[in-house]
């Protein structure tokens, strides 16, 4: 992600301002953006080259990258980051995989296995009482 992808991240990002107050984004940004690579740029100095998700939040739209799990998250912006990567995570600030095991056979490979994936809580009334 690097802050030319500006448009394309306001485009697909939700209507409605992702915080009720300047406090809570606040904290949100303190817990989450104050850590991670992408922002560090904005904290040295030099804001055009800072994080595009934030500056999609204020313009008052909720970028899709922010997660909630339930109604009531929302509420209180409870957001997960998708692209968050913490400053100490290691050179780049991507996710390295996990090695293999000496000795053990990998079945399948991993390359396609690997990136962006979140999961999601699923509704009871949507798994059928019995598999067919």
Known sequence: MTPDDYDKLFEEARDGAPF????????????????????????QGNDGQGCPLILVALMDKTPIQWLCETKEQAIHADYHCIEFRDEDDGPGGEPRPIPDPPGQLTLLPRGEYEGVRMLTPFEPDQIPATLP
């Open 20 to 43: 009720s107050n300047s406090s809570q984004g606040y904290s949100w940004m303190a817990n989450w953006c104050d850590r991670c690579i992408h922002d560090k740029p904005a904290r």
